[in-house]
């Protein structure tokens, strides 16, 4: 067995691992490379593989960082089946289309405004060529053996982050090698922890929080903290949210604070996003994967006005009272939220409230790094807002949060390998496991190769 990293090395973006045993080759993510330029250009480089060899695709998760890349794989040759847990088929069918979408407009964008080097420019892939690729997504249950070639097998086991989010243990030729995914915390509100492990020869694990430790203290007092400091001042909150995961535990949050009385009643909370809303009624849909009661879903996700149209989205800008406004990207990256941005970035009273991971070369991350104005359709918009950033929502787990997960293995892995992390993030990682656990780790860069049965 050989692994080759083709991605979420040196960077949190662009999840690919090649994996190679017996002379057939399966795929673990596909994800897009996102943030700064020098990153996205990989989404158009040449892969070191032909797409129509592999024998099939896992996936941990849906976020785009790890499946955005399927549209493109299929489009290139690839025609087996992609393998992943119901939840995430389901949420992949908003996601992906709406990528392609995106592609699109940005492609169109910049021939209009004569702002791209190709002429014309054309989309990474398209709306279409997403629905495509979904005809390959086929749904797993936790737990039960996926049987593939050359005698592997695999299951998920629930890793929390996210609806669906799942850990892949593959078993070949007597031994384990096991994908962390994007592992979730043991006190998420909505999300289930993720599962003990105690043994695999093989490790591969997240470090996006692998040099920093979550603020502690109780998240519902600090929304309402941000919430009542905006509206005293007659400000709105406008909260670049990921539509998947981040947008339902925040409903959550404001639905307990207004039963509570510990913010406004009367202020009224949009959710901006139309994919949200529908990755919001797939979380109903599953309420084995996640902690929430029927009624309690019900309830919580009842606290927002849901805004469908693009004319119902300008009119809430239109509208001068407080508010609280939900709308996607999370990084601030494209979508409806840039829009909301450009109207009330300027404006002191306002608060914009980041509820997670900033990559590098985004929006959300040049603003809390104390970027004066952000680029917004072409023009510098001032941000005089007040900017908070509440990494105690995070979905991901902590440094100290991997580490208690990792102390449940009976003995150490024969390799760990350390990626989906900034540098520093997942070398900081990699000191601490080698320091307080004992264990051999490494950092592997993009492309490297390491045989798993030398």
């Given at each position: 067995m050989k692994i080759m990293f083709l991605g979420a090395a040196g960077t949190v973006t662009g999840s690919k691992y090649l994996l190679t045993h017996e002379q057939h080759h399966l795929l673990v993510d596909c994800g897009l490379f996102q943030g700064y330029k020098q990153l996205r250009l990989k989404n158009w480089a040449r892969l070191p593989f032909d797409p129509a060899s592999l024998d099939a695709v896992l996936l941990t998760h849906?976020?785009?960082?790890h499946s955005g890349y399927l549209p493109l794989l299929v489009k290139l040759g690839y025609r087996g089946r992609v393998v992943c847990t119901d939840a995430t088929r389901d949420l992949c069918g908003i996601l992906l289309p709406d990528s392609g979408h995106l592609q699109e407009q940005d492609a169109a964008f910049a021939n209009r405004r004569g702002s791209s080097k190709h002429h014309p420019a054309l989309p990474l892939y398209t709306e279409e060529d997403a629905r495509t690729a979904l005809r390959r997504l086929s749904g797993f249950p936790f737990h039960q053996a996926w049987k593939g070639p050359g005698g592997l097998e695999a299951r998920f086991l629930r890793a929390g982050h996210i609806l669906g989010a799942a850990m892949i243990?593959?078993?070949f030729s007597g031994s384990r090698l096991l994908f962390s995914g994007d592992l979730g915390r043991p006190s998420d509100p909505t999300m289930q922890a993720p599962e003990i492990v105690e043994s695999a020869d093989y490790l591969v694990v997240e470090s996006t929080y692998g040099n920093r430790v979550h603020e502690g203290g109780d998240p519902a007092s600090r929304i309402a903290d941000v919430v009542n400091r905006a509206a005293a001042r007659g400000g709105s909150v406008i909260i670049p949210a990921f539509a998947v995961g981040r947008t339902q535990m925040l409903l959550v949050y404001l639905h307990r604070l207004k039963q509570a009385?510990?913010?406004?009643?009367d202020m009224p909370v949009f959710m901006d996003s139309?994919?949200?809303?529908d990755a919001s009624d797939i979380f109903a849909?599953?309420?084995a994967d996640h902690k929430m009661t029927p009624a309690e879903t019900r309830a919580a996700f009842a606290v927002a006005r849901y805004?469908?149209?693009a004319d119902d989205s300008k009119e809430i800008d239109r509208q001068a009272m407080p508010k609280i406004i939900l709308s996607a990207s999370g990084m601030a990256t494209g979508g409806r939220i840039?829009?909301?941005l450009k109207s009330y970035g300027p404006d002191r009273r306002n608060v914009i409230l980041f509820t997670g991971f900033q990559a590098g070369g985004t929006r959300g991350a040049a603003m809390l790094a104390g970027a004066k104005t952000v680029k917004i359709f072409g023009e510098q918009i001032p941000i005089n807002a007040e900017l908070c950033d509440l990494g105690m929502l995070s979905a991901h787990a902590d440094?100290?949060?991997?580490l208690a997960w990792l102390r449940n293995f009976k003995k150490p892995p024969r390799m760990t390998f350390i990626t989906h992390g900034e540098p520093q993030a997942s070398d900081t990682l990699r000191q601490r496991i080698a320091d307080e656990l004992g264990w051999p780790c490494l950092v592997p860069e993009y492309r490297d190769e390491h045989d798993l049965t030398a």
């Amino acid at each position: 067995m050989k692994i080759m990293f083709l991605g979420a090395a040196g960077t949190v973006t662009g999840s690919k691992y090649l994996l190679t045993h017996e002379q057939h080759h399966l795929l673990v993510d596909c994800g897009l490379f996102q943030g700064y330029k020098q990153l996205r250009l990989k989404n158009w480089a040449r892969l070191p593989f032909d797409p129509a060899s592999l024998d099939a695709v896992l996936l941990t998760h849906a976020h785009l960082d790890h499946s955005g890349y399927l549209p493109l794989l299929v489009k290139l040759g690839y025609r087996g089946r992609v393998v992943c847990t119901d939840a995430t088929r389901d949420l992949c069918g908003i996601l992906l289309p709406d990528s392609g979408h995106l592609q699109e407009q940005d492609a169109a964008f910049a021939n209009r405004r004569g702002s791209s080097k190709h002429h014309p420019a054309l989309p990474l892939y398209t709306e279409e060529d997403a629905r495509t690729a979904l005809r390959r997504l086929s749904g797993f249950p936790f737990h039960q053996a996926w049987k593939g070639p050359g005698g592997l097998e695999a299951r998920f086991l629930r890793a929390g982050h996210i609806l669906g989010a799942a850990m892949i243990e593959l078993t070949f030729s007597g031994s384990r090698l096991l994908f962390s995914g994007d592992l979730g915390r043991p006190s998420d509100p909505t999300m289930q922890a993720p599962e003990i492990v105690e043994s695999a020869d093989y490790l591969v694990v997240e470090s996006t929080y692998g040099n920093r430790v979550h603020e502690g203290g109780d998240p519902a007092s600090r929304i309402a903290d941000v919430v009542n400091r905006a509206a005293a001042r007659g400000g709105s909150v406008i909260i670049p949210a990921f539509a998947v995961g981040r947008t339902q535990m925040l409903l959550v949050y404001l639905h307990r604070l207004k039963q509570a009385g510990r913010i406004p009643r009367d202020m009224p909370v949009f959710m901006d996003s139309p994919m949200a809303m529908d990755a919001s009624d797939i979380f109903a849909a599953h309420p084995a994967d996640h902690k929430m009661t029927p009624a309690e879903t019900r309830a919580a996700f009842a606290v927002a006005r849901y805004v469908r149209s693009a004319d119902d989205s300008k009119e809430i800008d239109r509208q001068a009272m407080p508010k609280i406004i939900l709308s996607a990207s999370g990084m601030a990256t494209g979508g409806r939220i840039l829009h909301h941005l450009k109207s009330y970035g300027p404006d002191r009273r306002n608060v914009i409230l980041f509820t997670g991971f900033q990559a590098g070369g985004t929006r959300g991350a040049a603003m809390l790094a104390g970027a004066k104005t952000v680029k917004i359709f072409g023009e510098q918009i001032p941000i005089n807002a007040e900017l908070c950033d509440l990494g105690m929502l995070s979905a991901h787990a902590d440094s100290t949060e991997i580490l208690a997960w990792l102390r449940n293995f009976k003995k150490p892995p024969r390799m760990t390998f350390i990626t989906h992390g900034e540098p520093q993030a997942s070398d900081t990682l990699r000191q601490r496991i080698a320091d307080e656990l004992g264990w051999p780790c490494l950092v592997p860069e993009y492309r490297d190769e390491h045989d798993l049965t030398a």
